[in-house]
């Protein structure tokens, strides 16, 4: 692969996704990773301010976290609360099964295009505002406004974190989003036996009331006015070119153009970092519309949860008479599938990358990490004929249960990796970048969670879930496109990519 990249004087414009990540020679003018990896360079590379989010203490990086992980689990248990007692809610409001996953279809929907408005939002005048006001709409309307869960998150982890080490939190973001998910029907089976259906509603509500008070106490502003973003410099025997047109080429600690002198900071207190609002945020030109827009001009796996989720109820409740209890307690399998799949997709993910980079003299292709897609080839069709064909068949309810795991994990997978392939590929716009995938995946949820109950009881489950399966094997067969193709695509977007990017450097807004 090495043989492929061209970095002479001649090389033209720098291409997004490609990064020098690994000072093979020891010989780049750039800061560096600290302990066991100080061969890794820090991109981006942070400037002089110590509020600056990349430059912040472990400490407080993880309290950050931390509040992302607590604002995840809370909105995403109250997302899928329904989904091991949707008999029972069919039951005593007489509506059908199919009204009910059409209504989670439009939850799905709704929570991708709500993005092109949160997104924006966040991005030009705060994300800390945006979380609480999330947080606490959702205690009130369950769920109505909580898109920010689906794409805001991904880039609070970008914010603080370098291309390193961001794999493995965004994994642990991908198990809080994907585990909720699995670990809300658990909790709200028992809750329907013991105390009715109703109740899992209300105890959702608590819990954002709980997570919300954290929230305001505890979360940190982590957007930050950036014109340009550090990149490393290599000595002249490394001929890496430096271009302006991308964010993370740029070198570090630059000085301002009206003083001969670099910048004083001056630390924020805590009741700073309470703030509603930044004054930053307030101050730098107004791209709203523009970052509404771009998302719909600049793909996404499906992911089969939604298939999941839609037919529990009916093959576990329906074909093996589990008990709301025991249909939530079902879903300690897929919490684990998804536990492994963060796992693999995170920290050895990042291990993965890192040793990609290592045997490409130091560069950092973002394709690297579409390589740990390849267990999907197997695990998805897999998973899914097993769930349907086994319950068709009569299987032991075990065979079930254990496809439940590998389905929740490859949806992990595909989670973690597509989106952390996206914030490599384009990362001075992920935020937008984002909104893009989270508007194909979720649409594309949309009509599977609209169209599963007729798609089983037309077909049967058996035809429908072998039909699902080599579905779900094109589908991660288009992976091997992008990683033969990945970079060349990302060459032919160079022109426009370095358009936007400048506009939003000007703005003080590159990620």
Same mark, same amino acid.
């Given at each position: 692969?090495?043989?492929?990249?061209?970095?002479?004087?001649?090389?033209?414009?720098?291409?997004?996704?490609?990064?020098?990540?690994?000072?093979?020679?020891?010989?780049?003018?750039?800061?560096?990773?600290?302990?066991?990896?100080?061969?890794?360079?820090?991109?981006?590379?942070?400037?002089?301010?110590?509020?600056?989010?990349?430059?912040?203490?472990?400490?407080?990086?993880?309290?950050?976290?931390?509040?992302?992980?607590?604002?995840?689990?809370?909105?995403?248990?109250?997302?899928?609360?329904?989904?091991?007692?949707?008999?029972?809610?069919?039951?005593?409001?007489?509506?059908?099964?199919?009204?009910?996953?059409?209504?989670?279809?439009?939850?799905?929907?709704?929570?991708?295009?709500?993005?092109?408005?949160?997104?924006?939002?966040?991005?030009?005048?705060?994300?800390?505002?945006?979380?609480?006001?999330?947080?606490?709409?959702?205690?009130?309307?369950?769920?109505?406004?909580?898109?920010?869960?689906?794409?805001?998150?991904?880039?609070?982890?970008?914010?603080?974190?370098?291309?390193?080490?961001?794999?493995?939190?965004?994994?642990?973001?991908?198990?809080?989003?994907?585990?909720?998910?699995?670990?809300?029907?658990?909790?709200?089976?028992?809750?329907?036996?013991?105390?009715?259906?109703?109740?899992?509603?209300?105890?959702?509500?608590?819990?954002?009331?709980?997570?919300?008070?954290?929230?305001?106490?505890? /979360?940190?502003?982590?957007? $930050? +006015?950036?014109?340009?973003? %550090?990149?490393? *410099?290599? =000595?002249?025997? &490394?001929?890496?070119?430096?271009?302006?047109?991308?964010?993370?080429?740029?070198?570090?600690?630059?000085?301002?153009?009206?003083?001969?002198?670099?910048?004083?900071?001056?630390?924020?207190?805590?009741?700073?970092?309470?703030?509603?609002?930044?004054?930053?945020?307030?101050?730098?030109?107004?791209?709203?519309?523009?970052?509404?827009?771009?998302?719909?001009?600049?793909?996404?796996?499906?992911?089969?949860?939604?298939?999941?989720?839609?037919?529990?109820?009916?093959?576990?409740?329906?074909?093996?008479?589990?008990?709301?209890? /025991?249909?939530?307690?079902? $879903? +300690?399998?897929?919490?684990? %599938?998804?536990? *492994?799949? =963060?796992?693999? &997709?995170?920290?050895?993910?990042?291990?993965?990358?890192?040793?990609?980079?290592?045997?490409?003299?130091?560069?950092?292709?973002?394709?690297?990490?579409?390589?740990?897609?390849?267990?999907?080839?197997?695990?998805?069709?897999?998973?899914?004929?097993?769930?349907?064909?086994?319950?068709?068949?009569?299987?032991?309810?075990?065979?079930?249960?254990?496809?439940?795991?590998?389905?929740?994990?490859?949806?992990?997978?595909?989670?973690?990796?597509?989106?952390?392939?996206?914030?490599?590929?384009?990362?001075?716009?992920?935020?937008?970048?984002?909104?893009?995938?989270?508007?194909?995946?979720?649409?594309?949820?949309?009509?599977?969670?609209?169209?599963?109950?007729?798609?089983?009881?037309?077909?049967?489950?058996?035809?429908?879930?072998?039909?699902?399966?080599?579905?779900?094997?094109?589908?991660?067969?288009?992976?091997?496109?992008?990683?033969?193709?990945?970079?060349?695509?990302?060459?032919?977007?160079?022109?426009?990519?370095?358009?936007?990017?400048?506009?939003?450097?000007?703005?003080?807004?590159?990620?």
């Amino acid at each position: 692969m090495a043989d492929d990249l061209d970095y002479s004087a001649d090389a033209g414009a720098h291409v997004p996704g490609t990064v020098h990540l690994v000072d093979l020679l020891g010989t780049m003018h750039a800061r560096h990773a600290q302990g066991g990896e100080k061969d890794i360079v820090l991109v981006p590379a942070p400037s002089d301010d110590p509020d600056d989010p990349l430059n912040w203490s472990p400490r407080r990086k993880a309290l950050s976290t931390l509040c992302m992980c607590v604002y995840t689990l809370m909105v995403g248990i109250a997302s899928a609360a329904i989904y091991s007692v949707l008999e029972p809610i069919s039951e005593e409001t007489g509506l059908t099964l199919d009204d009910l996953n059409q209504g989670t279809g439009y939850m799905f929907l709704f929570f991708g295009w709500g993005c092109l408005i949160w997104q924006p939002l966040a991005l030009q005048y705060g994300k800390r505002p945006v979380y609480l006001v999330s947080i606490l709409a959702t205690l009130a309307t369950q769920d109505l406004l909580g898109p920010p869960i689906e794409s805001l998150c991904e880039i609070s982890v970008t914010d603080i974190y370098f291309t390193h080490e961001r794999g493995r939190y965004i994994g642990l973001y991908a198990l809080l989003l994907a585990g909720s998910n699995f670990f809300a029907p658990i909790i709200a089976g028992f809750i329907n036996d013991g105390m009715g259906w109703q109740w899992g509603l209300y105890w959702c509500a608590i819990f954002c009331g709980i997570g919300f008070i954290f929230l305001f106490l505890f /979360m940190e502003e982590t957007n $930050y +006015v950036r014109h340009t973003a %550090g990149a490393p *410099i290599s =000595s002249p025997g &490394t001929a890496t070119p430096v271009d302006p047109a991308d964010p993370e080429k740029f070198a570090p600690s630059r000085i301002s153009a009206e003083s001969n002198e670099a910048p004083l900071h001056k630390r924020k207190t805590y009741l700073n970092k309470l703030k509603l609002f930044q004054q930053a945020d307030l101050e730098k030109p107004n791209e709203f519309i523009g970052m509404i827009t771009r998302p719909l001009i600049i793909p996404h796996l499906p992911l089969w949860f939604n298939v999941l989720n839609a037919t529990a109820s009916l093959i576990l409740g329906g074909t093996y008479n589990f008990s709301p209890s /025991m249909v939530g307690l079902a $879903y +300690v399998s897929p919490l684990l %599938g998804v536990a *492994i799949g =963060s796992a693999y &997709t995170g920290v050895l993910g990042d291990w993965w990358v890192i040793r990609k980079a290592r045997k490409n003299n130091g560069i950092m292709e973002s394709e690297h990490r579409l390589w740990l897609f390849v267990p999907s080839l197997l695990c998805i069709p897999g998973g899914l004929i097993l769930w349907g064909v086994g319950a068709a068949q009569g299987v032991h309810w075990f065979g079930p249960v254990f496809a439940m795991g590998v389905i929740a994990m490859t949806n992990t997978f595909g989670l973690q990796l597509s989106v952390a392939y996206c914030i490599d590929s384009y990362r001075a716009l992920s935020g937008e970048a984002i909104v893009t995938v989270i508007l194909v995946r979720n649409t594309m949820g949309f009509a599977i969670g609209y169209g599963i109950t007729p798609w089983v009881t037309d077909m049967g489950l058996q035809n429908c879930f072998i039909t699902a399966g080599f579905v779900g094997l094109a589908q991660v067969c288009t992976v091997a496109v992008m990683i033969r193709y990945g970079k060349e695509l990302r060459k032919m977007s160079v022109p426009r990519y370095s358009k936007y990017v400048e506009q939003m450097a000007r703005s003080g807004m590159v990620h």
